[in-house]
């Protein structure tokens, strides 16, 4: 089991910038990552993924835009939101060793 603690969610302004991080309990080395989010009444959608060799992956909907990262000697995740837009608005997950953390709320609003 794994804790996962996510962090830097906020309200911004349309156009603005967040940077998410996500803390592990346990060595992150080699395993996939994943940022999801989920609207109100909508489904929890995958938005970026760091697989165990590293490489990355997006949604449609925020590539360009986001960027996933990692350190592997902190135990951390991140992802870097720019050029937000209101539809951006969810709680932020991140996902790994089949665990979830309690999620962070962006707002992204004028």
């Known amino acids: 089991q794994v804790q996962l603690v996510e962090s830097g969610g906020g309200l911004v302004q349309p156009g603005g910038s967040l940077r998410l991080s996500c803390a592990a309990s346990?060595?992150?080395?080699?395993?996939?990552v994943r940022w999801y989010r989920q609207a109100p009444g909508k489904e929890r959608e995958l938005v970026a993924d760091?697989?165990?060799?590293?490489?990355?992956s997006y949604a449609d909907s925020v590539k360009g835009r986001f960027t996933i990262s990692r350190s592997n000697t902190k135990n951390t995740v991140y992802l870097q939101m720019n050029s937000l837009k209101p539809e951006d608005t969810a709680v932020y997950y991140c996902?790994?060793?089949?665990?979830w953390g309690q999620g962070t709320q962006v707002t992204v609003s004028s």
């Open positions: 346990r060595s992150i080395w080699n395993i996939a």
């Open positions: 996902r790994a060793y089949d665990s």
């Open positions: 760091s697989t165990s060799t590293y490489s990355a």
